[in-house]
């Protein structure tokens, strides 16, 4: 294991693992081509992989060939990342990526005149908050690390897991847009609910994070027509209208059956 330690510490040496990785069985002028040094200083390092086990040689006539050998590299994982520190590592890493990758975050903000327990309540259940969400059936047991999915009209449109559940003050879950292919390519965001008692209100905040930079616009567009909504029901009891709430009614008898 100090071998392949030693080994690994190298920039060069790791570059060739990359690029064996990358196409296996390479012969010593293709390796060379890829690295800026000459043909011995390619050798050297290669014989150094050899020895720790992770590089393996065949001969193909008059050519040695290179392959990888992973066996090191999982042995020194199963010792050193074991199943109590995997976790960690993972979040360390995942942090590492989303601090670098370049991503986006959108928040909206309201005020309702209601309470924090009659907002939690607009927000999880299924019959209140399809009445602002255009008729999107939400379900979960709302319990932290549990599963929600919405479905329209009996199709999938978004699911993900509630990270966070703090009532009636906090809701932090991850999103993924299920409508359509362009959205399912966004892959996976994150959408926080803030409710803070203001007086004989609430001020709600929605904060839509860890969205690719230049994400789809229907990811999150609809988040002001939502809100208005929430606000509309709690403070009127009616359905506000919007060209999607609209599109949405047309199948009320459906959706919506016990609204006249």
Known sequence: MDDVFRALADPTRRS??????KE????????????????????????????AGLVVTRRQGREKLHFLNVIPIRLIH?????????PWAAALSDLKHRLEDKTMQKIFEIYIKTTPERLWQAI????????????AVVTSDWTPG???????????????ENLEVDP??????SFRALWGEDVKSEGTSRVTWEIQPVGDSCRLTVTHDQLREGANNQLYGGWPMVLSGIKTLLETGEILTTPGSLRW???INEQLPEIQ
């Open 24 to 51: 296996d069985g390479q012969s010593l002028r293709a390796l060379q081509e890829r690295l800026p040094m000459t043909r011995f200083g390619v050798m050297k390092h290669l014989k150094l992989l050899e020895e």
């Open 249 to 251: 009614m047309q199948g």
């Open 78 to 86: 199963d010792r050193w990342v074991s199943k109590f520190t995997e």
């Open 16 to 21: 060739l693992l990359d690029e064996l990785f």
């Open 168 to 173: 009636p003050r906090r809701l932090v879950q």
């Open 146 to 160: 549990s599963r929600y999915e919405g479905t329209g009209h009996g199709v999938p449109i978004l699911e993900g």
């Open 124 to 135: 999880t259940d299924t019959e209140m908050r399809r009445k602002y969400t255009f008729g």
